[in-house]
């Protein structure tokens, strides 16, 4: 919103002038939601100009240009110039480059209690179901400079948790002298950070530099490390560089320290049978984990996997997917049970009533007061637990 201009931005795609659409593309599926969308907004605004910006820009973008369904495309480097481009009268193509690095510094997140912190984009791992690398470009940071200023402004404001993010946040500092785990000690040190989370991480990121921070107080007791998959040889055809011995290993170090551990979990890529599923199941079930992104596989044209031929039947898929998120849904229950006290809530809603938030170990707690506590910091002693979630009375 920093890089709007003199622009303003409508609560309605009705009434504005351009719409700009920050499209994924990150599975076939992703793209035709996008081209729905488009068309959906033809019918809205007819006279609205459509910029088409994100990921789906690289991909789909010259061919939505053509059919005339889009008025503008500019890629992932040219978002710093929204302003010039909503005013732009004459239609444009503007992919930009993949060197480039967002340098806006955001000072308010509206409407959260939480702050996104941007420290790295694109990603040097070749998975092969995985179009990112094509659309997001090799994997460079952000300046350090950058993010603790950002991180400084946006603690004098009150945000308290930062999130850091990214294509592939583990790869920060790679290539440079600087690593996540020296990053994360210098925004320890910002008067006014009280907890800080990654986004999500690659086992192989994990070193002993970052093992040792483990214990400080201001890391969110909750890591998510991206496996995809459980199976070795799965994980070979999806040319993932984890195998599930040092994946175990390290979960199992990692949660001794107190920690909940979620995953990424890929259901149902070519090649997945039944045999290599139930392998891959009871190595779960193995896993000390307690949050799962579980992701039925979906065709990416453009990647390796999008040539294979064994494909999983639709149905099978989408049993697996109950199956596996049945499962963490259970394990994070009985995770749930065994620290149900001494929780720091960081409230971020309320509903009628109910106030919600997450806890250090990224569970969700409801809890129940007369109070208002929203954007605020609970200590909540004990909560009670339920199957869906952590509830209080205060
Ligand atoms: S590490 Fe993540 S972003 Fe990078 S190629 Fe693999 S799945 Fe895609």
Known sequence: MQNLGPHTISQSESDCDVVVVNSCT????????????????KRKNPNARVILAGCGAYQKGEELLKQK????????????????????????????DFDHIDETI?????????????????????????????????????KEATI???????????????????????????????SLARLLKKISLIRGVRRVRIGSMEPSQIDSEFLELLDEPWMAKHLHIALQHTSDT????????????GDQKLFELIASR??????????????????????????VEALPLT????????????TESALMRDSVHGDTAKSRHREL????????????KEHSKNLEVLIEQSDRGFYRGYDQYYNNVEVLTKRDIANSWVSLEDVEVKDEKNYSKI
């Open 26 to 41: 990150v599975t076939n599926g992703a793209d035709s939601s996008v081209r729905g969308y488009i068309s959906s907004l």
């Open 69 to 96: 369904k889009v008025f503008g495309i500019i890629g992932h480097s040219k978002k710093e110039s929204i302003a010039d481009f909503i005013s732009t009268k004459e239609s444009f193509v503007e992919l930009g």
């Open 106 to 142: 955001v000072q308010d997140f509206i409407g959260k209690s939480r702050a996104f912190i941007k420290i790295q984009e694109g990603c040097d791992f070749e998975c092969s179901y995985c179009i990112i690398p094509k659309v997001r470009g090799a994997s460079r940071s952000h």
């Open 148 to 178: 603790l200023e950002q991180i400084d402004i946006l603690a004098h404001n009150g945000f308290g948790e930062f999130i850091l993010t990214g294509t592939n946040v583990g790869s920060y500092g790679k290539g440079t002298d600087t």
């Open 234 to 245: 799965m994980l070979e055809r999806m040319k993932r560089n984890n195998r599930f011995a």
């Open 258 to 283: 107190g920690y909940a551990l979620g995953t990424d979990f890929i259901v149902a890529h070519p090649g997945e049978s039944d045999a290599l599923w139930q392998e891959a199941l009871q190595r």
């Open 291 to 302: 949050h799962i992104h579980a992701f039925t596989y979906s065709k990416r044209d453009g």
């Open 325 to 336: 998120t049945a499962l963490i849904k259970d394990k994070n229950y009985r995770f749930r």
